[in-house]
């Protein structure tokens, strides 16, 4: 048996015991996994990202009072946490980390991938962010500053990557198509037109 097994079976065990106990309800259980499952990720993130790229009016409010603006799209943060967004520009790169655990910003970008949580990107982030940009083949100008964000249980971080060169006639879905969750995690740029991740 995998580990992977094992977890599954002690779930599951947890499962019948919290329901036979009458702790938890079976519904409450399918609405919890299909949160998790359905209607948290980076595409809600994403959705976000090319809505600001398209409309300024929205961007303004995105910057100036982020967890409300997202709320208006639909997107409920889970834990009450508040949201910062930061906009990368030619002349500032922002990068988001939790150097103490792995808050993330569950509502526009669902649960952080394992490097997130990795204590290397961790301790690195914070103390060598142009170091951690390069090996995600991030290059940055020596001229522009690079700024850290660390998350914690009340603020969580989003990164408004830089709009891709030659999108301008393209529409909100298209440009949803090039926000990556890393992308507003700040350790790379959005995709160019042609996908590729840009360096
Ligand atoms: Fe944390």
Redesign the pocket.
Known sequence: MTSDDEVALRVRALESLLLEKGLVEAPAIDEIIDLFENRLGPQNGARVVARAWSDPAFKDRLLSNPTDAIVELGFEAVQGEDMVVVENTAAVHNIVV?T????FPWATMGLPPVWYKSAPYRARAASDPRGVLVEFGTNIAAEAEVRVWD??AELRYMVLPERPAGTDGMSEDELMALVTRDSMIGVTRALDVGGEVAP
């Not at 103490?100 to 808050?103: H, K, N, P, R, V």
């Open positions: 939790c103490l655990c792995s808050c998350s914690n």
